[in-house]
């Protein structure tokens, strides 16, 4: 593809030098040698008025040498004869044939005649005797001057294009085949047995496509892998209770070949029964891992849950905006770790803010991570930092509602959410929104460095309140028993700060 971009561009842009190029040239050429005539005609027109006044030799000779503005000996005065049957003169260097100053003379306007070297103006002019012919000599190389120049600037000017155009052609090829080549490899590398291989979402519209679906694709195979194991070590299972009555039965047997050849036969059962547990139990092992190597689209994570969770804000009058949450954001973390981090932080907004309490989640796309906001317009968090340790229980937290008896929370859900960021590098903060109450950051890194202790990765981003907005959602049938507890009964963590 980047080969046949290059052609493409090649061929375009030749064909657009030449069509320009060739005719700029002939141009050039041709301005040449009027600028040379042109210089050879007002050499000549200093000759006209000295021979309207007087055809004196010596006169003509000082008139002719004070016309010479180059090199000399290019000036010629064809005088006719003063009387009937004189001869005529010729003053300066003359090299036009008789016969082409007798055809100026009859033309009467100015006439070019070849001769060696070059060519020669001749200019017919009035005087007292008849006509006399003044002839200007202009050699070759004034006719080309500056052509080889203009020339070889053009021709470089149309190399450069042509360059310029291929590289500029192999770039954006470049940009079009590397998705193209990530797609590819990453789907030889699953059918050898790579089940985290993901591909980035980028290039083109149609290869955007292209790797969303084979991120899909891998997601599916990874469940699919996983469902089978799960089923293997299911009915592996199953069949001990036929092995052990069948070890029962084979007990009760008592000697002989026939029983111990039964007795031995389950006991390989057995063996046979417990490896295909073990191996099966390993495999769910790995594609665990896989899967969360792999990663998820927080965005879709989070457009996810914020369909389940504004049920319950349409129940508590609750102004909900997202942003950033349009386009795809992979993050390298399993799909139900972030969950259960997203319905944490969610679920702290409802368990500690007043009903009606607006709040907004916010994904912003950085280049070393993407960074999740939660943040709400509540009364706030007293003490950051404790909210972040674990078990921390203590009053005058972040609203009205506490989350266990006795005041406090178990610190559970804000705990899930800092391991989580560790887990891949980064890190959250707990800070002021601009909303007016607590804003979470989650900052879940792509590279997979940890930051400096103490030092602040990224930068506070700014609110922006005009992203899209969550509409009510109806009534639905998963917000029954929601509001006793003041979360969703399908959350999966503790939401306790």
């Not at 500056?146 to 053009?154: E, H, K, N």
């Not at 149309?158 to 990530?182: F, Q």
């Not at 699953?190 to 997601?219: H, K, Q, Y």
Request: net charge positive; hydrophobic share 45%.
């Amino acid at each position: 593809m980047r080969w046949a971009l290059v052609k493409v561009a090649l061929a375009v842009t030749t064909m657009v030098v030449v069509a320009f190029a060739v005719p700029l040239g002939l141009v050039v050429k041709e301005m040449a040698s009027d600028r040379a005539y042109s210089n050879a005609e007002r050499q000549a027109a200093t000759i006209g008025p000295v021979l309207a006044i007087t055809t004196d030799r010596t006169q003509l000779e000082r008139a002719v040498a004070s016309a010479e503005t180059g090199p000399g000996g290019r000036i010629g005065v064809h005088v006719p004869a003063a009387t009937q049957g004189g001869t005529p003169a010729e003053i300066g260097t003359c090299r036009a044939s008789p016969t082409d100053v007798a055809a100026a003379v009859k033309l009467g306007r100015a006439s070019i005649a070849p001769v060696p070297g070059g060519t020669s103006l001749l200019q017919p002019t009035a005087v007292a005797s008849g006509i006399a012919v003044v002839e200007v000599y202009v050699p070759d190389d004034a006719l080309t001057n500056g052509v080889t120049t203009s020339w070889a600037v053009l021709a470089g000017v149309g190399l450069a294009l042509v360059i310029g155009s291929v590289a500029v052609a192999d770039r954006l090829g470049t940009r079009m085949v590397r998705p193209a080549e990530r797609l590819a490899a990453a789907a030889h590398d699953l059918g050898r047995g790579g089940l985290a291989v993901r591909v980035p979402e980028d290039g083109p519209r149609e290869l955007r496509s292209a790797a969303s679906a084979f991120n899909s694709m891998a997601d599916q195979v990874v469940q699919l892998l996983a469902n089978e194991r799960e089923l293997a070590a299911d009915l592996s299972h199953r069949l001990r209770t036929p092995l052990t009555v069948l070890r029962l039965n084979a007990a009760s047997l008592g000697d002989g070949p026939a029983a111990e050849q039964t007795r031995a036969a389950v006991e390989q059962l057995e063996r046979e029964v417990d490896q295909i547990i073990r191996t099966a139990r390993a495999q769910k092992a790995h594609t665990r891992q896989a899967a969360a190597a792999a990663g998820c689209d927080a965005a879709e994570v989070i457009r996810e849950r914020m369909d389940f969770w504004s049920a319950l804000a349409e129940d508590e009058d609750r102004t909900v905006r997202v942003a950033g949450a349009d386009r795809p954001a992979r993050v390298p973390v399993a799909r139900p770790e972030l969950t259960a981090a997203l319905d944490a932080m969610l679920g702290n907004v409802f368990r500690h803010t007043p009903e009606g309490t607006a709040f907004a989640v916010d994904v912003h796309h950085a280049d070393e991570a993407v960074i999740v906001l939660v943040s709400d317009a509540g009364p706030g968090i007293a003490d950051p930092d404790a909210a972040l340790r674990r078990g921390w229980s203590g009053g005058g937290g972040r609203g009205h509602r506490p989350a266990v008896a006795g005041g406090g929370s178990t610190g559970l859900g804000l705990d899930i959410v800092r391991r989580l960021a560790e887990s891949t590098g980064g890190d959250v903060r707990i800070g002021r929104s601009v909303l007016g109450g607590t804003e979470v950051r989650v900052w879940l890194a792509l590279d997979g460095r940890r930051a400096p202790h103490g030092v602040r990765r990224g930068h506070r981003l700014r609110r922006r309140l005009g992203g899209r907005g969550l509409g009510t959602r109806g009534r639905r049938a998963a917000r029954t028993g929601t509001r006793g507890t003041g979360r969703p009964d399908a959350g999966p963590s503790d939401a306790g700060e």
